[in-house]
Protein backbone atom coordinates (compact mmCIF):
# COMPACT_ATOMS: atom_id res chain seq x y z
CA UNK A 1 0.00 0.00 0.00
CA UNK A 2 1.19 3.49 -0.63
CA UNK A 3 1.14 6.21 1.72
CA UNK A 4 -0.25 9.71 1.51
CA UNK A 5 3.60 11.28 0.89
CA UNK A 6 4.36 8.57 -1.64
CA UNK A 7 1.05 9.13 -3.27
CA UNK A 8 1.49 13.00 -3.13
CA UNK A 9 4.69 12.02 -4.91
CA UNK A 10 3.89 10.00 -7.78
CA UNK A 11 0.44 12.78 -8.48
CA UNK A 12 3.71 15.57 -8.59
CA UNK A 13 5.77 13.40 -10.90
CA UNK A 14 2.54 12.69 -12.99
CA UNK A 15 2.00 16.24 -13.74
CA UNK A 16 5.35 17.52 -14.40
CA UNK A 17 5.61 14.47 -16.76
CA UNK A 18 2.35 15.68 -19.01
CA UNK A 19 3.66 19.06 -18.91
CA UNK A 20 7.20 18.06 -20.28
CA UNK A 21 5.56 15.85 -23.19
CA UNK A 22 2.79 18.57 -24.02
CA UNK A 23 5.72 21.32 -24.73
CA UNK A 24 7.98 18.21 -26.04
CA UNK A 25 4.99 17.75 -28.43
CA UNK A 26 4.30 21.32 -29.36
CA UNK A 27 7.97 22.26 -29.53
CA UNK A 28 7.63 23.14 -33.29
CA UNK A 29 4.95 26.06 -32.16
CA UNK A 30 6.14 27.39 -29.65
CA UNK A 31 8.90 29.77 -31.52
CA UNK A 32 6.89 33.24 -31.08
CA UNK A 33 5.52 32.00 -27.92
CA UNK A 34 9.04 31.61 -26.17
CA UNK A 35 10.54 34.62 -28.25
CA UNK A 36 7.29 37.03 -26.87
CA UNK A 37 7.80 35.50 -23.16
CA UNK A 38 11.41 36.05 -23.10
CA UNK A 39 10.35 40.19 -24.11
CA UNK A 40 8.12 40.20 -21.69
CA UNK A 41 10.79 38.53 -19.14
CA UNK A 42 12.75 41.52 -20.01
CA UNK A 43 10.30 44.03 -19.65
CA UNK A 44 8.37 43.36 -16.57
CA UNK A 45 11.19 45.06 -14.60
CA UNK A 46 10.78 48.13 -15.74
CA UNK A 47 7.00 48.30 -16.21
CA UNK A 48 7.28 47.37 -12.23
CA UNK A 49 9.45 50.57 -11.62
CA UNK A 50 7.13 52.42 -13.95
CA UNK A 51 4.09 51.31 -11.57
CA UNK A 52 5.57 52.59 -8.57
CA UNK A 53 6.42 55.97 -9.83
CA UNK A 54 2.67 55.86 -10.04
CA UNK A 55 1.60 54.85 -13.72
CA UNK A 56 -1.24 52.20 -13.93
CA UNK A 57 0.00 48.94 -15.48
CA UNK A 58 -1.66 49.22 -18.83
CA UNK A 59 -0.07 52.86 -19.34
CA UNK A 60 3.44 51.36 -18.35
CA UNK A 61 3.39 48.24 -20.19
CA UNK A 62 2.50 50.68 -23.39
CA UNK A 63 5.25 52.91 -22.25
CA UNK A 64 7.99 49.39 -21.95
CA UNK A 65 6.31 48.11 -25.19
CA UNK A 66 6.96 51.74 -27.06
CA UNK A 67 10.75 51.66 -25.71
CA UNK A 68 11.04 48.13 -26.51
CA UNK A 69 9.67 48.24 -30.44
CA UNK A 70 11.59 51.32 -31.03
CA UNK A 71 14.65 49.84 -29.90
CA UNK A 72 14.28 46.83 -31.81
CA UNK A 73 13.28 48.76 -35.01
CA UNK A 74 15.75 51.67 -35.10
CA UNK A 75 18.50 48.53 -34.10
CA UNK A 76 16.93 46.67 -37.30
CA UNK A 77 17.44 50.15 -39.42
CA UNK A 78 21.11 50.75 -38.73
CA UNK A 79 21.92 47.01 -39.01
CA UNK A 80 19.95 45.92 -41.92
CA UNK A 81 21.55 48.27 -44.30
CA UNK A 82 24.89 48.01 -42.42
CA UNK A 83 25.30 44.10 -42.73
CA UNK A 84 23.42 44.20 -46.29
CA UNK A 85 26.98 46.15 -47.34
CA UNK A 86 28.87 43.75 -45.72
CA UNK A 87 27.24 40.76 -47.45
CA UNK A 88 27.70 42.48 -50.96
CA UNK A 89 31.48 43.39 -49.50
CA UNK A 90 32.07 39.76 -49.10
CA UNK A 91 30.50 38.16 -51.97
CA UNK A 92 32.59 40.63 -54.40
CA UNK A 93 36.10 39.53 -52.50
CA UNK A 94 34.96 35.63 -52.65
CA UNK A 95 37.35 35.26 -55.76
CA UNK A 96 39.75 37.09 -53.82
CA UNK A 97 39.37 34.18 -50.77
CA UNK A 98 39.72 31.49 -53.90
CA UNK A 99 42.75 32.95 -55.17
CA UNK A 100 44.14 32.88 -51.60
CA UNK A 101 42.64 29.29 -50.98
CA UNK A 102 44.30 27.84 -54.18
CA UNK A 103 47.68 29.79 -54.47
CA UNK A 104 48.94 30.18 -51.07
CA UNK A 105 47.09 28.45 -48.12
CA UNK A 106 46.75 25.08 -49.92
CA UNK A 107 50.45 24.84 -50.58
CA UNK A 108 51.68 25.95 -47.27
CA UNK A 109 50.09 23.19 -45.92
CA UNK A 110 51.07 20.85 -48.43
CA UNK A 111 54.95 22.05 -48.09
CA UNK A 112 54.57 21.82 -43.73
CA UNK A 113 52.26 18.57 -43.68
CA UNK A 114 53.92 16.71 -46.32
CA UNK A 115 50.78 15.86 -48.10
CA UNK A 116 50.27 14.35 -51.55
CA UNK A 117 49.43 17.48 -53.84
CA UNK A 118 46.48 15.65 -55.21
CA UNK A 119 44.99 15.87 -51.41
CA UNK A 120 43.83 19.68 -51.93
CA UNK A 121 42.99 19.51 -55.58
CA UNK A 122 41.28 22.71 -56.18
CA UNK A 123 40.53 21.52 -59.96
CA UNK A 124 39.00 18.78 -58.91
CA UNK A 125 37.23 20.68 -56.20
CA UNK A 126 35.71 23.08 -58.67
CA UNK A 127 35.16 20.64 -60.95
CA UNK A 128 32.86 18.69 -58.72
CA UNK A 129 31.27 21.81 -57.60
CA UNK A 130 30.11 22.95 -61.09
CA UNK A 131 29.11 18.96 -61.97
CA UNK A 132 26.61 19.98 -58.53
CA UNK A 133 25.67 23.32 -59.23
CA UNK A 134 23.01 22.05 -61.42
CA UNK A 135 21.53 19.95 -59.23
CA UNK A 136 21.25 21.86 -56.32
CA UNK A 137 19.90 24.73 -58.39
CA UNK A 138 17.17 22.04 -59.80
CA UNK A 139 16.29 21.16 -55.87
CA UNK A 140 16.25 25.47 -54.87
CA UNK A 141 14.07 25.78 -57.63
CA UNK A 142 11.46 22.77 -56.66
CA UNK A 143 11.74 24.42 -52.88
CA UNK A 144 10.98 27.63 -54.03
CA UNK A 145 8.47 26.64 -56.44
CA UNK A 146 5.97 24.38 -53.98
CA UNK A 147 7.02 27.15 -51.29
CA UNK A 148 5.35 30.05 -53.96
CA UNK A 149 2.12 27.26 -54.81
CA UNK A 150 1.22 26.49 -51.30
CA UNK A 151 2.54 30.14 -49.96
CA UNK A 152 2.40 28.02 -46.63
CA UNK A 153 5.82 28.71 -45.84
CA UNK A 154 5.32 32.70 -46.44
CA UNK A 155 2.30 32.84 -44.34
CA UNK A 156 3.27 30.98 -41.54
CA UNK A 157 6.57 33.29 -41.11
CA UNK A 158 4.58 36.33 -41.68
CA UNK A 159 1.66 34.99 -38.64
CA UNK A 160 5.18 34.63 -36.02
CA UNK A 161 6.69 37.93 -36.83
CA UNK A 162 3.13 39.29 -36.27
CA UNK A 163 2.22 37.10 -33.26
CA UNK A 164 5.50 37.75 -31.17
CA UNK A 165 4.62 41.18 -30.02
CA UNK A 166 1.19 41.07 -29.74
CA UNK A 167 1.70 38.04 -27.52
CA UNK A 168 4.85 39.81 -26.23
CA UNK A 169 2.06 43.03 -25.05
CA UNK A 170 -0.27 40.94 -23.62
CA UNK A 171 1.88 38.73 -21.28
CA UNK A 172 3.67 41.74 -20.43
CA UNK A 173 0.68 43.48 -19.31
CA UNK A 174 -0.91 40.14 -17.33
CA UNK A 175 2.98 39.18 -16.28
CA UNK A 176 2.31 39.46 -12.44
CA UNK A 177 -1.62 38.26 -12.58
CA UNK A 178 -0.24 35.23 -14.25
CA UNK A 179 2.54 34.53 -11.27
CA UNK A 180 0.37 34.69 -8.91
CA UNK A 181 -2.42 32.54 -10.37
CA UNK A 182 0.77 30.62 -10.99
CA UNK A 183 1.27 30.68 -6.90
CA UNK A 184 -2.28 29.89 -6.10
CA UNK A 185 -2.42 26.10 -8.09
CA UNK A 186 0.63 25.12 -6.20
CA UNK A 187 0.18 22.81 -3.85
CA UNK A 188 0.64 24.53 -0.70
CA UNK A 189 2.75 21.49 1.10
CA UNK A 190 5.54 22.66 -1.76
CA UNK A 191 4.67 26.73 -2.38
CA UNK A 192 6.95 28.14 -0.11
CA UNK A 193 10.23 26.04 -1.19
CA UNK A 194 8.71 26.47 -4.77
CA UNK A 195 8.26 29.61 -4.03
CA UNK A 196 11.82 30.38 -2.61
CA UNK A 197 13.18 28.33 -5.51
CA UNK A 198 11.21 30.64 -8.00
CA UNK A 199 13.28 33.99 -6.55
CA UNK A 200 16.39 32.46 -6.62
CA UNK A 201 16.11 31.34 -10.58
CA UNK A 202 14.67 34.82 -11.47
CA UNK A 203 17.70 36.57 -9.66
CA UNK A 204 20.15 34.36 -11.92
CA UNK A 205 18.13 34.66 -15.16
CA UNK A 206 18.18 37.84 -14.51
CA UNK A 207 21.89 38.32 -13.95
CA UNK A 208 22.45 36.14 -16.69
CA UNK A 209 19.80 36.93 -19.68
CA UNK A 210 20.17 41.27 -19.36
CA UNK A 211 24.14 40.96 -18.75
CA UNK A 212 24.88 38.71 -21.27
CA UNK A 213 22.68 39.91 -24.06
CA UNK A 214 24.61 43.22 -22.95
CA UNK A 215 27.99 41.66 -23.07
CA UNK A 216 27.39 39.96 -26.70
CA UNK A 217 25.94 43.39 -27.94
CA UNK A 218 29.37 45.00 -25.83
CA UNK A 219 32.18 42.54 -27.91
CA UNK A 220 29.98 42.89 -30.93
CA UNK A 221 30.15 46.71 -31.28
CA UNK A 222 34.11 46.22 -29.82
CA UNK A 223 35.25 43.56 -32.55
CA UNK A 224 33.70 45.17 -34.95
CA UNK A 225 34.68 48.69 -34.84
CA UNK A 226 38.18 47.30 -33.59
CA UNK A 227 38.80 45.24 -36.96
CA UNK A 228 37.32 48.00 -39.44
CA UNK A 229 39.44 51.02 -37.72
CA UNK A 230 41.86 49.50 -36.50
CA UNK A 231 42.61 46.53 -38.50
CA UNK A 232 41.04 47.94 -41.64
CA UNK A 233 39.38 45.03 -42.80
CA UNK A 234 36.56 45.58 -44.82
CA UNK A 235 34.38 43.00 -43.73
CA UNK A 236 35.37 43.61 -40.11
CA UNK A 237 31.79 45.17 -38.97
CA UNK A 238 30.31 41.62 -39.85
CA UNK A 239 33.00 39.27 -38.51
CA UNK A 240 32.41 41.44 -35.05
CA UNK A 241 28.99 40.97 -34.97
CA UNK A 242 29.19 37.59 -35.97
CA UNK A 243 32.11 36.79 -32.53
CA UNK A 244 29.02 39.26 -30.20
CA UNK A 245 26.45 37.02 -31.19
CA UNK A 246 28.17 33.44 -30.65
CA UNK A 247 30.36 34.69 -27.92
CA UNK A 248 27.44 33.54 -25.39
CA UNK A 249 28.53 29.99 -25.88
CA UNK A 250 32.30 30.32 -24.07
CA UNK A 251 34.71 30.72 -27.22
CA UNK A 252 32.93 29.87 -29.90
CA UNK A 253 32.42 33.80 -30.81
CA UNK A 254 36.24 34.44 -30.14
CA UNK A 255 37.27 31.26 -32.24
CA UNK A 256 35.24 31.69 -35.17
CA UNK A 257 35.66 35.83 -35.19
CA UNK A 258 39.80 35.23 -34.73
CA UNK A 259 39.95 32.49 -37.45
CA UNK A 260 37.59 34.75 -39.94
CA UNK A 261 39.88 37.60 -39.24
CA UNK A 262 42.55 36.23 -39.68
CA UNK A 263 41.78 35.02 -43.04
CA UNK A 264 40.69 38.01 -43.94
CA UNK A 265 43.41 40.23 -43.06
CA UNK A 266 45.89 37.65 -45.21
CA UNK A 267 43.57 37.96 -48.12
CA UNK A 268 43.12 42.10 -48.37
CA UNK A 269 46.63 42.88 -46.82
CA UNK A 270 48.69 39.92 -47.37
CA UNK A 271 51.48 40.92 -44.53
CA UNK A 272 52.18 39.92 -40.80
CA UNK A 273 51.58 43.81 -39.73
CA UNK A 274 47.64 43.23 -40.10
CA UNK A 275 47.54 39.90 -38.44
CA UNK A 276 49.19 40.94 -35.66
CA UNK A 277 46.55 44.05 -35.82
CA UNK A 278 44.32 41.05 -35.31
CA UNK A 279 45.68 38.94 -32.87
CA UNK A 280 45.99 42.29 -30.65
CA UNK A 281 42.26 43.07 -31.04
CA UNK A 282 40.85 39.56 -29.99
CA UNK A 283 43.80 39.77 -26.91
CA UNK A 284 42.27 42.79 -25.60
CA UNK A 285 38.58 41.48 -26.48
CA UNK A 286 39.28 38.52 -24.33
CA UNK A 287 40.67 40.38 -21.74
CA UNK A 288 37.82 43.00 -21.67
CA UNK A 289 35.08 40.19 -21.70
CA UNK A 290 37.07 37.86 -18.57
CA UNK A 291 37.96 40.58 -16.37
CA UNK A 292 35.46 43.23 -17.47
CA UNK A 293 32.32 42.72 -19.13
CA UNK A 294 31.33 39.51 -17.29
CA UNK A 295 32.42 39.95 -13.93
CA UNK A 296 30.44 43.88 -14.42
CA UNK A 297 27.42 42.72 -15.86
CA UNK A 298 27.02 39.06 -15.42
CA UNK A 299 28.99 38.09 -12.20
CA UNK A 300 29.54 35.10 -10.66
CA UNK A 301 26.31 33.92 -9.36
CA UNK A 302 25.49 31.64 -12.40
CA UNK A 303 28.29 29.25 -11.75
CA UNK A 304 28.07 27.56 -14.84
CA UNK A 305 31.22 25.73 -16.41
CA UNK A 306 31.96 26.24 -20.16
CA UNK A 307 31.53 22.55 -20.53
CA UNK A 308 28.56 22.63 -18.96
CA UNK A 309 27.57 25.47 -21.44
CA UNK A 310 28.63 23.45 -24.52
CA UNK A 311 26.63 20.73 -23.82
CA UNK A 312 23.38 22.21 -22.51
CA UNK A 313 23.05 24.31 -25.74
CA UNK A 314 24.25 20.99 -28.34
CA UNK A 315 21.27 18.97 -26.02
CA UNK A 316 19.10 21.80 -26.20
CA UNK A 317 19.55 21.96 -30.08
CA UNK A 318 19.34 18.08 -30.25
CA UNK A 319 15.60 18.38 -28.23
CA UNK A 320 14.17 20.68 -29.37
CA UNK A 321 15.86 22.78 -32.47
CA UNK A 322 15.83 26.09 -32.79
CA UNK A 323 14.08 26.58 -29.64
CA UNK A 324 16.10 24.36 -27.24
CA UNK A 325 19.19 26.65 -28.37
CA UNK A 326 17.07 29.46 -27.95
CA UNK A 327 16.40 28.43 -24.04
CA UNK A 328 19.22 26.26 -23.73
CA UNK A 329 21.61 28.45 -21.30
CA UNK A 330 18.21 29.84 -19.14
CA UNK A 331 17.28 26.54 -18.54
CA UNK A 332 20.93 25.40 -17.63
CA UNK A 333 20.94 28.61 -15.19
CA UNK A 334 17.66 27.24 -13.43
CA UNK A 335 18.42 23.86 -13.69
CA UNK A 336 22.02 24.94 -11.57
CA UNK A 337 20.01 26.68 -9.10
CA UNK A 338 17.70 23.02 -8.47
CA UNK A 339 21.26 21.08 -8.11
CA UNK A 340 22.00 23.02 -5.38
CA UNK A 341 19.16 22.92 -3.78
CA UNK A 342 19.26 18.92 -4.82
CA UNK A 343 22.21 18.95 -3.29
CA UNK A 344 22.01 21.02 0.12
CA UNK A 345 18.81 18.51 0.72
CA UNK A 346 21.02 15.52 0.08
CA UNK A 347 24.16 16.91 2.84
CA UNK A 348 21.53 17.50 5.09
CA UNK A 349 19.53 13.58 4.65
CA UNK A 350 20.55 10.59 6.89
CA UNK A 351 21.69 9.12 3.42
CA UNK A 352 24.59 11.38 4.04
CA UNK A 353 24.87 12.25 7.28
CA UNK A 354 24.13 8.67 9.21
CA UNK A 355 27.26 6.69 10.02
CA UNK A 356 27.46 3.24 9.11
CA UNK A 357 28.53 0.40 11.43
CA UNK A 358 32.23 -1.02 10.63
CA UNK A 359 32.93 -3.62 7.89
CA UNK A 360 33.87 -6.60 9.05
CA UNK A 361 35.38 -7.46 6.12
CA UNK A 362 37.21 -4.65 5.66
CA UNK A 363 38.61 -4.65 9.04
CA UNK A 364 40.13 -7.90 9.35
CA UNK A 365 41.97 -7.28 5.71
CA UNK A 366 43.85 -3.99 7.16
CA UNK A 367 46.92 -5.10 8.68
CA UNK A 368 48.08 -2.87 11.48
CA UNK A 369 50.94 -0.55 11.00
CA UNK A 370 52.93 1.26 13.49
CA UNK A 371 54.49 4.27 12.56
CA UNK A 372 57.54 5.77 14.50
CA UNK A 373 59.14 8.76 13.62
CA UNK A 374 62.78 9.48 15.40
CA UNK A 375 64.66 12.60 15.02
CA UNK A 376 68.44 11.84 15.55
CA UNK A 377 71.66 13.90 14.03
CA UNK A 378 69.23 16.55 11.78
CA UNK A 379 67.47 13.21 10.08
CA UNK A 380 64.22 11.27 10.08
CA UNK A 381 63.65 7.96 9.81
CA UNK A 382 60.27 5.99 9.75
CA UNK A 383 59.95 2.57 11.11
CA UNK A 384 57.38 -0.10 10.12
CA UNK A 385 56.83 -2.08 12.40
CA UNK A 386 53.92 -4.98 11.22
CA UNK A 387 52.08 -6.89 14.27
CA UNK A 388 51.39 -10.10 13.32
CA UNK A 389 49.56 -12.71 15.25
CA UNK A 390 52.42 -14.88 17.52
CA UNK A 391 51.96 -18.42 17.05
CA UNK A 392 52.77 -20.90 19.55
CA UNK A 393 55.34 -24.14 19.00
CA UNK A 394 53.80 -27.50 18.64
CA UNK A 395 54.12 -29.00 21.76
CA UNK A 396 56.43 -32.09 22.22
CA UNK A 397 55.44 -35.11 22.32
Excluded at 52 to 60: D, V, Y
Excluded at 198 to 223: C, H, K, N, T
Excluded at 247 to 259: E, H, Q, R
Excluded at 366 to 388: L, M, P, W
Aim: aromatic share 8%; hydrophobic share 55%.
Amino acid sequence: MLTHENQRRWQLLAILAVIGFLLWRLSPMLMPFVVAAMLAYLGDPLADRLERLGLGRSLAVSVVFLVLVLVVGGALLLLIPLISHQIENLIQNVPRYVDWAEHTAWPWLQAKLHLDPRTFDSDQLIATLKEHIGSVGDIAGQVLGKVSRSGLGVVLWLTNLVLIPVVAFYLLRDWDRMVAAIDRMLPRSIEPTIAHLARESDAVLGAFVRGQLLVMLALGVYYGAGLSLVAGLSVGVLIGMVAGLLSFVPYLGFITGFGAALIAALVQYGDWTHVLIVCGVFVIGQLLEGYVLVPKLVGEKIGLHPVAVIFAVLAGGELFGFIGVLLALPSASVVMVLLRYAMERYRQSDLYTEEGEADPAIHEAVTEVDIAVHTAAGTVEAEAAIKAPVREPPAKP
